[in-house]
């Protein structure tokens, strides 16, 4: 239950926020910057010139969102005092 009525107040604003940081420039709202809702956000505009699957993939992983995969260091089972990098895919 929404008390103080932020969601309200604060509408579709912080998952837009969400989706340009994860997506930067590349995903722009109805064509233009500072849509207020999600109703702007239905005619998204994706510039794939401006798209940069690295960054993406970096700002989803800190967001601790599952992607594609995911990247960890941990020990070596075999060899204990070296470290390997692990791989996992996450699509089911």
């Known amino acids: 239950m929404d008390v103080n009525k932020t969601m309200d107040r604060l509408g579709s604003r912080p998952l837009i926020d969400l989706l340009s940081n994860v997506f930067g420039s590349s995903w722009v709202p109805s064509g233009r910057r500072g849509a207020s809702s999600m ?3 239905a005619a ?3 510039n794939e ?3 940069n699957f690295q960054r ?3 700002r989803t ?4 969102l599952d ?3 995911n990247v960890w ?3 070596d089972d075999k060899q204990p005092t070296q470290n390997i990098l692990q791989v996992i895919t996450v699509i089911k």
Not at 61 to 64: E, F, K, M, N
Request: hydrophobic share 50%; charged share 20%; proline share 0%.
């Open 61 to 64: 992983h800190a967001l601790g």
């Open 49 to 51: 010139s401006a798209w």
């Open 56 to 58: 993406t993939l970096e």
């Open 67 to 69: 992607t594609f995969f």
């Open 73 to 75: 260091v941990s020990e």
């Open 44 to 46: 998204t505009d994706f």
């Open 39 to 41: 109703l702007d956000v």
